[in-house]
């Protein structure tokens, strides 16, 4: 809804800094309230701080500096609140919230470059997540890849995220389990979602390829890196027949 | 044109035209338009993963460029070589040094054909760059399995043919084509290629066996993957 923002109502860039810090600083680590209460206070209120920057079309450092912090809060969020029901925690609204900040934050990276300005320090990490949010399709990769250039393309985020892929499309899933146990955090959080299907992948393939098309519960661990039996359960109820009882 | 502005999905517009009942038959056009306009359809079915459109595409391209456009030959083969890969097809080092095509597609070839598995991923490391810009990226990572493969294949020669593997001696020889990997990415490897129906055999894990199958453990590689 069109609210009509009064112009003295709308923040200076200076203040939005302030805000964001004050919401990373006193708010996010707040231990007396449930992560999930924490969460949706400060999703909306950088909801409000995009919608100050962007009345304004104000995309300078502190712009992309505090777009920033916003990418790396919802990824986190993304990860460590997966397992909240849909009504305290909807998993499809963060991630749209993620592409809208992370998009402003590639036009901005993008308007950097064109003026000539220095490039951001961060703009790596950021690329690096864009591509491996997107790396279940070959075609997004491959395009958001296309139009970097070639030293952005060979940066270490760069090339992690490329591998990342790389496991991703080969079902590589012993490499793709030892991949995220040594990932930096973020990136990890990022692969979340592929965590599932590979593991559903690690099973089929494996049953496939075990005689009677069953495997044992220790080879079903190991290969899908579930820590234990209660974890892998929703994999082997979905795969009936697969576990070797 | 618009592989210039890598804005691939808009050729597909122009390809629906010129595919559609009312445009003029293709053959009213001049060989050398219809010649281009299918290397692009090849490159985008390429981008696309349909192999077998690109191959059919590309080939036909080659086959109408007059041998007097090596510079052309060349743009096309850097496509199909990788496509003809996935079928199991090897260029000869003639061709490839007919067409000046960069040492790389030789070095992946020879790679490819003994197997050796970290010298290919070595030289895709390396060249990951130029491939993502002109979309062999994707094929040749599909190229890759095919070459582990190749290398258990080589193996269970070495070792007789006999019906059970030793998945150590795999492991050796992964080691030994310079991969860095460990008994479980091996399974997983093997395994994978199970399922793509790239090896056939049984899994023993904790015998750490593979039990292969009697009859053409290795099928040829002839249909590429869709």
Redesign the interface.
């Known amino acids: 809804a069109a609210e009509d923002e009064r112009p003295e109502d709308v923040r200076p860039p200076a203040v939005l800094r302030m805000t964001m810090n004050y919401l990373i600083d006193s708010i996010m680590d707040d231990q007396t309230e449930p992560f999930s209460e924490v969460q949706l206070f400060v999703r909306d209120r950088m909801r409000a701080i995009r919608k100050d920057f962007t009345c304004q079309n104000v995309r300078d450092e502190t712009a992309v500096e505090v777009h920033e912090q916003m990418v790396r809060f919802h990824i986190l969020c993304g990860h460590r609140l997966c397992e909240e029901e849909r009504a305290v925690f909807d998993p499809k609204q963060n991630q749209e919230q993620l592409n809208n900040c992370l998009t402003t934050l590639k036009e901005m990276y993008a308007d950097f470059r064109k003026a000539g300005k220095a490039s951001c320090p961060n703009e790596v990490e950021f690329l690096a997540y864009d591509i491996l949010a997107r790396v279940h399709s070959?075609?997004d990769v491959?395009h958001a890849?296309?139009?970097l250039p070639?030293d952005i393309?060979?940066s270490a985020p760069i090339?992690r995220a490329?591998r990342a892929f790389?496991l991703v499309?080969?079902?590589?899933?012993?490499?793709f389990f030892?991949y995220l146990r040594e990932a930096p955090y973020l990136e990890a959080c990022t692969l979340h979602a592929q965590v599932a299907p590979m593991r559903a992948r690690?099973l089929?393939?494996?049953a496939?390829?075990?005689?009677k098309g069953k495997v044992?519960l220790e080879?079903a661990l190991?290969?899908t890196a579930c820590d234990t039996a209660q974890d892998i359960m929703p994999f082997i109820e979905a795969y009936n027949g697969v576990l070797d009882a | 044109m618009y592989f210039k502005l890598q804005t691939l999905h808009m050729c597909r517009n122009v390809i629906t035209a010129v595919e559609a009942r009312n445009f003029p038959p293709l053959e009213t056009f001049p060989i050398s338009q219809r010649v281009t306009f299918s290397f692009f359809v090849g490159r985008l079915a390429l981008y696309k993963e349909e192999y077998d459109k690109a191959d059919e595409r590309l080939t036909y391209t080659l086959r109408n460029i007059p041998p007097q456009y090596v510079k052309s030959k060349r743009m096309v083969l850097e496509s199909l070589i990788p496509i003809r890969l996935l079928r199991g097809q090897v260029p000869s080092e003639t061709l490839l040094r007919r067409y000046n095509l960069d040492p790389a597609f030789a070095e992946l070839t020879r790679a490819y054909k003994v197997g050796n598995v970290g010298k290919f991923a070595q030289i895709l490391d390396e060249k990951s760059i130029a491939f993502m810009r002109t979309g062999l990226f994707l094929v040749f990572e599909k190229v890759k399995s095919l070459v582990v493969r190749t290398l258990f294949k080589r193996v269970h020669e070495i070792r007789g043919k006999g019906a059970r593997a030793d998945l150590g001696d795999f492991l050796v020889a992964m080691k030994a084509a310079g991969c860095e990997c460990d008994m479980d990415d091996l399974e997983c490897t093997l395994a994978n290629l199970v399922y793509e129906n790239r090896v056939k055999c049984y899994i023993a894990h904790d015998k750490r066996m593979a039990v292969l199958s009697k009859a053409d453990p290795f099928p040829a590689v002839r249909k590429a993957p869709q």
């Open positions: 070959a075609n491959l890849c296309m139009r070639d393309l060979s090339r490329l790389s499309r080969s079902e590589d899933f012993s490499g030892k690690a089929v393939v494996l496939r390829a075990s005689p044992s080879l190991r290969g």
